[in-house]
């Protein structure tokens, strides 16, 4: 990845992903317990969307209940593992989402 990027503006997938890891250190993606994490560095731990993905993926009920079900476990495989979830996004974050995370104490950045 170019080392001379220094806004994650307009990276998709795991281009912001990489761009994170640049940013916070640590380690790109990896899995525990079943689940994916997109980085994370010691005990915090993250997942990071781009692009159109709220567009595109958390549209209706249907994805909206998968995407509170993903996050939320990928919350408690967290906290059993002593470390923190946090939610990165380089596109706004629709408001329900934003309260619905919120309410979890899931942090977003």
């Given at each position: 990845?170019?080392?001379?990027?220094s806004?994650?503006?307009?990276?998709?997938?795991?281009?912001?992903?990489?761009?994170?890891?640049?940013?916070?250190?640590?380690?790109?993606?990896?899995?525990?317990?079943?689940?994916?994490?997109?980085?994370?560095?010691?005990?915090?731990?993250?997942?990071?969307?781009?692009?159109?993905?709220?567009?595109?993926?958390?549209?209706?009920?249907?994805?909206?209940?998968?995407?509170?079900?993903?996050?939320?476990?990928?919350?408690?495989?967290?906290?059993?593992?002593?470390?923190?979830?946090?939610?990165?996004?380089?596109?706004?974050?629709?408001?329900?989402?934003k309260?619905?995370?919120?309410r979890?104490?899931?942090?977003?950045?």
């Open positions: 990845m170019d080392e001379g990027i806004s994650p503006q307009g990276l998709v997938g795991k281009a912001f992903a990489d761009w994170l890891t640049q940013k916070y250190g640590g380690e790109g993606a990896f899995r525990v317990d079943g689940r994916d994490f997109d980085g994370g560095q010691g005990n915090r731990w993250w997942e990071a969307k781009s692009g159109r993905y709220w567009r595109d993926h958390v549209r209706d009920e249907i994805s909206i209940a998968k995407f509170k079900s993903d996050m939320g476990r990928r919350l408690q495989i967290a906290r059993e593992h002593s470390a923190t979830f946090e939610i990165f996004s380089n596109t706004s974050i629709p408001a329900p989402i309260a619905w995370l919120t979890k104490g899931i942090p977003m950045l």
